[in-house]
């Protein structure tokens, strides 16, 4: 069982999101003892923004592109492997102006690639990530939980996150919200915090 740890705060040490994927982490070695771990912090090593040429080369065949098309997609490759070679993916993502961070949108556009992540089957796609479990612990710092910011539409991660993770065939999903951990107060936050930790130690379990 091999493990792919990302995280995406820009808050280093201080981050919320990063200490319960590193919680996470912690919990699924205690349970299964060392695992095969592949860590990528996308804050520190954020993917390029696909160029004219990346789209160019991700629409011509392997065997047509041009070396300046294959120089474009080199980055892309690499991150599409360690996916494919992972079978759980533990994620930390603070939530940004109810969404992703941008650091996450585009490694997302790096990764989403026609018939190496999904593939067009004469009149259906097809995701190509298959039996990966995802997780994916997400902090938001106003409250979350009464309903009202969800009434209102402003979560726009995890639904995003549901239908282009799905369309490559990341079907299981678990979101842990973190929430709220800035706008409430303290108690508030040491509480949020406090229940993302039992959650994630009941999950593990169930791993
Ligand atoms: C640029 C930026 C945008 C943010 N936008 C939102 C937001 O839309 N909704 C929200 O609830 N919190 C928002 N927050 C607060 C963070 O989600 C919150 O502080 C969270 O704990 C950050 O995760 P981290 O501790 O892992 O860095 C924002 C924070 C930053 C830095």
């Known amino acids: 069982m091999k493990v792919l740890h990302i995280d995406s705060s820009i808050r280093g040490e201080r981050s919320v999101s990063k200490e319960l994927s590193a919680f996470f982490m912690h919990s699924l070695q205690s349970r299964f003892g060392e695992l095969p771990v592949d860590y990528l912090d996308l804050s520190v090593n954020t993917p390029s923004h696909p160029s004219a040429l990346f789209v160019q080369g991700n629409y011509t065949l392997a065997e047509d592109r041009t070396p300046e098309m294959e120089a474009a997609l080199e980055e ?87 239908k282009v993770f799905g369309f490559l065939g990341l079907d299981n999903l678990t979101f842990i919200n973190v929430s709220p951990t800035q706008f409430s107060g303290q108690e508030a936050r040491i509480q949020a915090i406090e229940n993302a930790r039992v959650r994630i130690s009941h999950i593990v379990q169930t791993i």
């Open 76 to 162: 892309s490759e690499a991150l599409v492997d360690r996916l494919h070679q992972a079978d759980i993916y533990v994620i930390g993502m603070p939530m940004y102006n109810f969404s992703v961070p941008s650091n996450v949108k585009v490694f997302i556009d790096n990764i989403v690639r026609i018939n190496r992540t999904f593939r067009k089957q004469d009149n259906h796609y097809e995701g190509l990530l298959k039996n990966k479990k995802v997780y994916i612990i997400s902090s938001r710092g106003a409250d979350f939980n009464d309903g009202h910011m969800l009434a209102n539409g402003m979560d726009q991660l995890q639904p995003y996150l549901e």
